[in-house]
């Protein structure tokens, strides 16, 4: 399971400010509750138990991607009333042997731990149901990007005999014939697809299979299930997010491309 946290390098830097700043609003927050008198204390406190706890929010994740798809709502709730006490048993019990060696066990610190022990365990139980909403939005993403790739490469791509070389579209009561090099890409929408060109964009039936199919295939790649786009008009090819990439049109247009499709279009382009 790749934990959404640690993927890229924004995510990561995301992760480290929020807890950053979670740390700075605590230790104003304690600053002002106990008036300034406990500065050392509660910035070494606020620092380390916090750490350990982004690290146990971390640490969670994995054992939520084994078990997240356990059915029976008993042993759910079980899984997860055990998880966050273990996860709190340790960022708690640590915090607290730390912040006392690195506060070389100063008397008064047991005392404030205590004090703010209840409002601690709250702000660590709604911590842990907000990230574990975020580790199943994840989990769920990455389920439907595997499916995606999964249909993709199960499609099999057969050469017509004759390719198109104009297409005919209608346009409130006009009727055009286009030269299939002037299309800048094809979008899917529902049972249709809309043809995109410089001057407009035109609706049309059949299926998108069809027009990969039958469209000149040195010219047009099907690079995701919903967009085939005309190389001639890309000007460049980006990594968007892990395993998609996002393809620039000369016109400025930014089409996603999946890494099937990537991988189709790098071998029509010889990159």
């Avoid at 042997?97 to 205590?114: E, I, K, N, Q, T």
């Avoid at 995109?196 to 049309?204: A, I, P, V």
């Avoid at 890494?259 to 279009?265: D, E, N, R």
């Amino acid at each position: 399971m790749n934990n959404p946290f640690l993927q890229t390098i924004q995510s990561r830097l995301v992760y480290i400010c929020l807890w950053l700043a979670v740390m700075i609003v605590q230790s104003s927050l304690v600053g002002y509750y106990f008036q300034w008198d406990f500065f050392n204390r509660y910035c070494y406190d606020a620092f380390i138990v916090n750490a350990l706890q982004a690290a146990c929010i971390l640490g969670a994740g994995y054992p939520l991607g084994y078990y997240r798809n356990v059915l029976s709502i008993p042993l759910f709730v079980l899984f997860h009333v055990l998880l966050w006490l273990i996860s709190s048993a340790v960022w708690l019990g640590f915090g607290y042997l730390l912040s006392s060696l690195a506060l070389s066990g100063d008397p008064l610190y047991p005392p404030f731990f205590r004090e703010i022990l209840p409002v601690r365990i709250l702000f660590g139980l709604m911590a842990y149901i907000v990230f574990v909403q975020v580790y199943y939005l994840s989990f769920t993403s990455s389920k439907l990007k595997e499916k995606e790739k999964a249909i993709e490469n199960l499609e099999p791509v057969s050469a017509p005999k004759e390719k198109l070389t104009r297409i005919s579209v209608k346009k409130r009561q006009e009727i055009y014939s286009i030269p299939v090099r002037q299309i800048l890409y094809i979008e899917a929408n529902g049972d249709y697809v809309v043809i995109h060109t410089l001057e407009s964009k035109y609706l049309k039936d059949r299926t998108m299979k069809y027009w990969e199919t039958h469209l000149p295939d040195d010219t047009f790649v099907r690079i995701h299930r919903s967009f085939i786009v005309n190389i001639e008009h890309i000007s460049k090819i980006e990594l968007y997010e892990r395993e998609t990439y996002r393809i620039q049109l000369k016109t400025g247009a930014g089409l996603k491309a999946s890494a099937a499709g990537y991988k189709l279009l790098k071998q029509k382009m010889q990159l």
